[in-house]
């Protein structure tokens, strides 16, 4: 943001504390004791101490846990069956269990509870609530990739007492199913990667009518959380009673995980239970407003995926928890030299987490890669790949909180003109609307906002304003009259609407679980109903965590109830993508026959996100600590599907000084969604109002990742069909270098080999960048050669330099003509580098649209593959042809490659001084000329062929 606490609204807050008498003073670090501990939430300590219990018991501990072998039946890649949990007081209980093989290689494990599935159970305090485990969570989250395996088999030769199936891509995954107790291996060619109650904590909270004990209770059990719990002076009415569900997931031969985001830390999760560089809790994955949160950290932050992979030595496997309710995982890492299972290749660690939730259904899929790749791929096709995002929202966006006036804004506008530094998108926090009632804008400081957002079109640049999901609770506000004559908001516990403080004081929560709440929220953003917005406004939805400043642990009780009568409880952590969902449906139709990408910044969020809109990591601080962890957070979040990710460059809070923001920048061009944004209370730091040499390195930087944007959309659209994150780690892109698996401070550029290690240290003018293999690297701007596998190289990198290397063997294209906007560089002609590598060979692709329309669906795009082969560079068509092909290629017909660089090229050029250009569909062949320029010492000779000319749209080979 908006952060979360302004001076007003502090005020108001504060004079709120006050009224209920306890004050509560600003720090300039977390709160924790707003937050939960392990052992302040009552079903994270008993999961916890399940886990306990067994490891004290070692092999004497069993589960109680096991199939009813009778009940089984396989059918349509499904197997299913009853899990009988046998209780203490040896009740059986039914929990109907299906085991899902699919086409894309996943599995699935969904395991209910009967009795509540039937109703067969009594709700306490006259509560309404549903009586079921929340079973919508995939309505949310998943797009497809639910078909069932075709192949999957049973395995008739499995030994009684045991069910096993084959299936996956040539049959190549088992699953080996014990009945009692039960348990899960996966294999992939004959090997465990994957076991599911292997420690056997496996949970399922069955429900239990309340009793009234006197003195004694029977079972021995703790019930002190099982009926209420309170915490910082809310309580919460559990009408259910305790129904957390857990199970552990072991790793075999795994000494890494990643993913499991947002949390403030490295990307490979550390352990969580305690000793030297441990946690003491486990990862918490409950989307909240966390005020000045601390690194290195498990503490929950805004956004949740509960989607992990497992990385060892050319194997990578995953696991994604589906579940929208407060999620903990514990990571334990036990040396594996007792295992009897010995792979080859394997890490002499197992990797024990143990995942529970507050209430839900047991839904986990299970991958077995074995690259990260295919990882990527299998998890997005249930989850949906990331939008391709309209052209703009690629590049550099100028926030701050606020932009006081429409005066400001065009003032800021025509400042970034001056000083021709290029952007894209400004954004207007909080403070533009009317007394903070969204849809609307002050009519004393943004009078005229239509001529504002005119003027921003002139460079066709775009606008921003936020928009959250409180509403404010007054009377004259047709918003609100609205919510709450159509009964769309959300309810507290005793079915009247919820009320809680937010930004605007006392406000309503649109409940976009309600189909007509959809509905009415598009149409909120219609321009008859949103006056003042143009086709050139986007929205940032903020605060949907959702963020409740007086409420528990400052977001809803738990007990609130939300359509479909589900509680807030169930569905916590989709609740913010549900509001993104409703908003996207909006900008999608803003006007009849105006279709066009949305574009929408979302703060909470949840797997399946990234269909939809861009994620920051909330509210971070100017300091050289929230840089570096900037780099883990991004390259995490694109691990794990949500890779249009960013963090607010220079720091939310507090002031940076002039060499930390300008580090920032040069680290900030790497994340896939760049905006710089500021607290009200920081002095005002657009780049231009930087003195030299800063503004000059700051504008170079911005200036650089507009020079690469092509290769940027490129990535994106990797993402949009195959998930591959955007930047990427180390482990990612050498998975058999077990030296790289834990470098989190570098990164690659999609498949461009561009490889960045930004500065994130004060006073610090040389770096070491990690490379894995024996190709040679190339300095960016010098073309200095670093070569030699499995160390670190130093790099010099002064003030002024950003270090980024190219690895041998790539094809890079870039746009070098400096303009205002991205829009404006769109008949740009392009640049092509190309370093060779050891084969004197080199690849890249090139993926364009009009980055606007959904045009590039019916076939409005190239998509090149630019290959260098025997002394020959050629560019293919990668696209396939549809209704809007010819339209497109006719429309950049003029568009061409202007220069092609080839970065230590074989010495033999030196004495050419002409190039073969043949052109599709030319009837003859033509000439360029090509300039060798000889470097010395250790930077790489280079050659330029100028003006070849050939059109971006067209087959081509250029001969040398
Ligand atoms: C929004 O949610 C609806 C209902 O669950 C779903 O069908 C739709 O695909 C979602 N939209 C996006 C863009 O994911
Ligand atoms: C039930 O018994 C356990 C174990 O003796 C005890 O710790 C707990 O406080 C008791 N709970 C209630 C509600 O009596
Ligand atoms: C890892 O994969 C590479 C390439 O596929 C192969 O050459 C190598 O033998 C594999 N190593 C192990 C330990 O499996």
Redesign the pocket.
Known sequence: MAGSRPVSAWTLFLSLLVLIGCIVVPGLTVKHENFKTCAQSGFCKRNRALADDASAQGTSWSSPYELDSSTLQFKDGQLTGILIKTTTANEKLRLPITVSFLESGSARVIVDEEKRMKGDIEIRHNSKVNKKRYDETEKWVLMGGLEASKSAALNAEAEAGFTKVQYGPGDKFQAIIRHAPFEVEFQRDGQTHVQLNHQGLLNMEHWRPKVD?EG??D??????TWWEESFGGNTDSKPRGPESVGIDVTFPGYSHVFGIPEHADSLSLRETRGGPGNHENPYRMYNSDVFEYELNSPMTLYGAIPFMQAHRKNSTVGVFWLNAAETWVDIVKKPASSNPLSLSGSSKTNTQTHWFSEAGRIDLFVFLGPSPQEISKTYGQLTGYTQLPQHFAIAYHQCRWNYITDEDVKDVDAKFDKYQIPYDVIWLDLDYTDDRKYFTWDPLTFPNPKGMQEKLDESERKLVVLIDPHIKNKDDYYVSKELNSKGLAVQNKDGDVYDGWCWPGSSHWVDCFNPAAFTWWNSLHKYDKFQGSLSNLFIWNDMNEPSVFNGPETTMPKDNIHYGDWEHRDIHNVNGITLVNATYQALLERKKGEVRRPFILTRSYYAGAQRMSAMWTGDNQATWDHLAISLPMVLTNGIAGFPFAGADVGGFFHNPDKELLSRWYQAGIWYPFFRAHAHIDTRRREPYLISEPHRTIISQAIRLRYQLLPAWYTAFHEASINGTPIVRPQYYEFPDDEEGFAIDDQLYLGNTGLLAKPVVTENTFTTDIYISDGEKYYDYFDYTVYQGAGKKHTVPAPEDKIPLLIQGGHVIPRRDRPRRSSALMRWDPYTLILTLNKNGEADGTLYVDDGETFDYERGGYIHRQFQFRDSILSSEDLGTKGPKTAEYLKTMAGVTVERVVVVDPPKAWKDKSTVTVIEDGAKTASTSSLEYFEQQGSKASYAVVKSPNVGIGKSWRIEF
Not at 219 to 224: I, K, M
């Open positions: 004990k004694d209770n079972s021995g059990e703790d019930e002190s």
